[in-house]
């Protein structure tokens, strides 16, 4: 079957799609997108962590023909959504920030430094990254924990988090990421 | 996971023919979570388009495609004293976490019919009618915990779904109180107990899940003493009914169970303290 | 779909002056990870790709009676179907220790889950019911699942007519290795004993639960070789063991390492690696292997599960007599890296402590239980849980806190260790016990804050309203354990690192290129930081990790920063000799200080160690490379004596304590740990923020461990929980505040003085999660996991 949604901002279309595909395995296999990750494919993981119409979800869940017509964001179209996000709260886009808009070029690219969202920053400086496997789903759940709740305590953190394992950290510098996030999305505003 | 044995996609609008392989799709979380080599063809409910969550003047009607997040987010009229805070404390129970409430639905996890399916908890305790729609048109209704007779079983026939759940009214303007165990944070739950106790004509029901392979319900015109409510559970789960899996030994989960229900009882029979008294 | 191969690249970090040596340097692929872009191994894509998939076996031990494979190859969508008969030389078997490990399984299988035949498909899914199509005729063995199956007279033996090294040494053909050590005469010395204490523990089958799977990418190259991408830790190990079964010489098979979804140890022994490269050379077309997780938990080996007697002797005064200790550890059907798991049980077993009369016996089975092997912490773990059980022990027995009888009886330098082996730098067990003892304790009772009601996210059982603080207890424990670093018994072990430097758009830069596999420690930070302070440019490349320069040896032990850091240390001071030639050459004459003073690179100058600014980097360089790859190597070892147990086998040690805080529902049985602090001496910190990363990590294992993980087999020796659902892995609602304090008291041996850090954090906080669990109950919980049938008695 086709399957048609919105990527990233994107429409994308992947053919031949077997009908119990999931999500993950179009997004990796058929999209060029393997940023999601497939540690587990049972829904334990939140490796696979993808936004579904805002929504996190886990990917290796969510069989491919339920995303039709819908809105998807991975761990590579969070930087591009963070960057969106600041003319959001308002009515729309500002004119300061329609007059930098610039068409994105077909095709994924590697980020400059400096073109991160604020979570991935905070990530690599609070040394939240060892091996990395874990750190696109936990990404994806922590961006929209910031956008939901901009001053989330420990607790508040470690429940929204819960569904997401990580092998190498023990998970303490995790938290120093998303409160680093969270301490500069205040400075911001 | 990919089911790599399912061939085809349906909307559920379009009624068809019921095929051998064929199975419903709600919000999937348990559907891909594990191989389901004898499924061919998904039914998505995911279009019909149903109201998640209506109050009626027969009580509060959840549909089978209500996520569980939907559900979490329900705010009660006032009276129905039973919602808050045993809604979130049942959703809280699944083996897992906001992503999964994000597309579990309260129907897939009452037809899953594990037994620590907390829905399954919920609508049991809360009196729960199950409507059951047959492909002819046919309804059918019975109590949830009568719905699920085992791990993994109910009496769900060829081609029927699962509708709705309808909690009464009476059952919604309960004091409940509630109970839950499990080896780890999120971990799945190894005993899940629900009491109810009803103003109007002051019944005690207990309801014992997750620790027995379907709902165990007991019910008793007025509240029991403790010794009677010991003796009532230990002859309803006799020894070896106990369900037994890796999430805990029968015996540990006898333990919880036996604890859980008298900590309810205590806590249902002693007077509610009213806001600003202490 | 992109069209492009998506295979490992250079990482370039360009950083500011002060990313050299003890800096917390950021993560040259940080960037690639957060973005989604860093290629791992199951990223890996090639156009025209076949997809590979294992048939396994559904029982622990069987025999072969046929395979009939006609259904699977006639399946459209199929390109291949290879069982053991299909192997193309007679190199048939593969092993990190003993070659007895089947590439397909050979008549017989030994436990469940043994690889049996591959196919090859065009989509994952075809090769999955392919596989399914393949109709294997198994006769059911009798199944040997623990000592007593493994050892009786009568017992199958799991492999007859073995030949290996250990094989004429060992008391009985199912026994892997047997290593004794007798120091002093600890039956003479327990008579002086005031008190005797004994006890038998248990430690159960942990895995290493790394989350990226098992996978990489075999493409058959036109010179009848093949490239392999692969997730691994040590290329060069695969690569031996690879070639031959290929009957391919080794420089035709080229390996270049994918990025490394964690490994622990589970990575060491081959999985898809000959599996793929079979399947690509048969079918001519690239072909990719991934495991999915229910996969992955039959495809590694597991941590050994193991039994412990252990007896002490002390007198009133707090002093230890003597030890005697047995160790029984299940090797499972393979032998993987059982002998160096037994040596090191067996010599790390008295524990960081002074007792000169010691009796021991370590061994390794060979059952039809999963094979276990290396796993983060190698034997030590095992037997840190029972030695500082007892501890506790001694000490209650002794009426003495069991801090200070640990600091009494604390190895120091100079101590000896039952081997023989003088440990001759810094061991500062007790200060490291004293140093998170004196920590704060967390407040009491955090559930309560001033009034209100329970956050009961903060209570035992969390979330599920299962406690509302009544009947809750607080318990406090400690441990302190002694890890190896590197390879021991006098195996060979050295590094490789090719360091190049050069001019490049008028800046000097340096080209770090070694064989090393990052798993997530974060070697390629440390390489660059290396570089920069032993060169003094800024601009670093970290080439990626492939068979094309010598071996870096294994990531595992503990060793690599030590060792490849080392080699990339050492590369760079042969660079730096060389540069400092050419400038001799070309300014010698302008100023004395060239033929006369100590002279560094710094800041991409020459400069004296005075300070004083001879000439610029780049122009003494000129046009000129210097590109060097040389070996380096630690100081020798020696075997341990096979009756005495003595000899200098270790290269260093590594010494962590822990102290944990832990709530615990005695009435339900569930635990909460509330904070577990560490202290460890890491010689040097060459990166602050990834060791105490690395320390939280490993001491996370150790929670685990202590409360939650186990392998369940069942006595048919079959696996019952391969999944994440059913095995679990702290979560981050499971793990508390972790405190790390870091030490650094230099080893003179080592590069930097600095020590192997890995390993150590995930010995002593099992113990010290456990002991605070019986503070808390007062139970005696000898085996680990602890689960809440321990606690409640049921």
Known sequence: MRVTFTVNGREQEADDVWEGESLLYVLRERMGLPGSKNACEQGECGSCTVRLDDVPVCSCLVAAGQVQGREVVTVEGLADQARERGGRATDGTTLDQAKGWQAKPHGAQAAQPGQLAPIQQAFIDAGAVQCGFCTPGLLVAADELLERNSSPTDADIREALSGNLCRCTGYEKILDAVRLAAARQDEVV | ?278 | MAGTTRTPTNLTQGAKADAGIGASTLRPDGTLKVTGEFAYSSDMWHEDMLWGFTLRSPHAHARILSVDTSDALAQAGVYAVLTHDDLPTEHKKYGLEFTDTPVLADGVVRHHGEPVALVAADHPETARRAAAKIKVEYEELPVVHDEASALAEDAPLLHPGRDDHHAHEVPHPNIVHRQPIIRGDANAAARRADVIVTGEYEVGMQDQAFLGPESGLAVPGEDGGVDLYVATQWLHSDLRQIAPVLGLPEEKVRMTLSGVGGAFGGREDLSMQIHACLLALRTGKPVKIVYNRFESFFGHVHRHPAKLWYEHGATRDGKLTHMKCRIVLDGGAYASASPAVVGNASSLSVGPYVIEDVEIEAVALYTNNPPCGAMRGFGAVQACFAYEAQMDKVAAELGMDPVEFRQLNAMTQGTIMPTGQVVDSPAPVAELLRRVKALPLPPENQWESAGQTADVRALPGGLSNTTHGEGVVRGVGYAVGIKNVGFSEGFDDYSTARVRLEVVAGEPVATVHTAMAEVGQGGVTVHAQIARTELGVQQVTIHPADTQVGSAGSTSASRQTYMTGGAVKNTCEAVRDKALQLGRRRFGTFHPAWATAELLLEGGKVVTDGGEVLADLADVLGDDVVDLELEFRHRPTEAFDIVTGQGFGHVQYSFAAHRAVVEVDTELGLVKVVELACAQDVGKALNPLSVVGQIQGGTTQGLGLAVMEEIIVDPKSKVRNPSFTDYLIPTILDTPTIPVDVLELADDHAPYGLRGIGEAPTLSSTPAVVSAIRAATGLALKRVPVRPEHITGV
């Open chain 2, 1 to 278: 996971m990919d089911l790599g044995t399912v061939t085809q996609m349906r909307d559920a609008r379009r009624r068809e023919q019921w095929r051998p392989g064929d199975a419903y799709l709600g919000g999937g979380t348990y559907l891909f979570s594990e191989p389901q080599p004898h499924i061919r063809r998904l039914v998505d409910l995911g279009s019909m388009g149903w109201e998640p969550l209506e109050v009626t003047p027969d009580g509060l009607v959840i549909a089978a495609t209500c996520t569980v997040a939907q559900l979490n987010r329900f705010t009660a009229p006032p009276g129905w004293q039973a919602c808050h805070p045993l809604i979130e404390q049942c959703c809280r129970s699944f083996l897992a976490s906001f992503k999964i409430w994000n597309m579990a639905t309260v129907g897939g996890n009452i037809c899953n019919a594990l037994p620590a399916g907390p829905m399954i908890s919920l609508t049991a305790a809360l009196e729960g009618e199950a409507t059951l729609l047959a492909l002819d048109g046919g309804v059918r209704r019975l109590p949830v915990a009568e719905f699920v007779t085992g791990n993994g079983r109910k009496v769900l026939r060829e081609g029927e779904l699962l509708r709705s759940v309808t909690l009464p009214t009476y059952a919604l303007r309960s004091r409940t109180a509630f109970r839950q165990g499990s080896l780890h944070r999120l971990g799945r739950s190894a005993a899940l107990v629900i009491g109810r106790h009803d103003p109007a004509d002051g019944s005690f029901t207990l309801t014992v899940t997750a620790s027995t392979p379907r709902p165990v319900r007991l019910w008793f015109p007025l509240p029991p003493a403790a010794a009677q409510l010991r003796a009532a559970l230990e002859q309803a789960v006799p020894p070896g009914a106990w369900f037994d899996d890796i999430y805990g030994l029968p015996e540990w989960r006898r333990h919880l169970t036996l604890r859980f229900a008298e900590e309810i009882r205590a806590e249902l029979t002693t007077a509610p303290v009213a806001p600003g008294e202490e």
